[in-house]
């Protein structure tokens, strides 16, 4: 899959994420954080990741920036608040 290509990185983190190798997923997402900084879906899905590992601040930070790129980003605000209650 091309590194430069965001779209294709992100189905490769899904595809990553569906088959249960979290660690490749989370790498995947990590790789466009750093990268692409304007693209919602990458933070939110490393923040989903780091969620349910128990990194709770952290998956926080990625949730709201998400969120601040692409108010109403489906699925982010009822993350965030899951998490914010688990924090």
């Known amino acids: 899959v091309n590194p430069d290509y965001v779209q294709a990185q992100i189905a490769l983190g899904y595809c990553y994420k569906e088959i ?3 660690d ?11 990268k692409e900084a304007n693209h919602p879906e ?4 490393l923040g989903l990741l780091l969620g349910e ?3 709770l601040d952290r998956s926080i930070v990625l949730i709201e ?11 982010a605000e009822k993350a965030l608040e899951r998490f914010r209650k688990n924090r």
């Open 65 to 75: 920036k998400a969120l601040a790129l692409k108010p109403g980003l489906e699925g």
């Open 20 to 22: 249960g190798n979290f």
């Open 24 to 34: 490749a997923a989370k790498a995947v997402f990590e790789r466009l954080v750093a």
């Open 42 to 45: 990458a933070f939110y899905q």
């Open 53 to 55: 590992e128990g990194d």
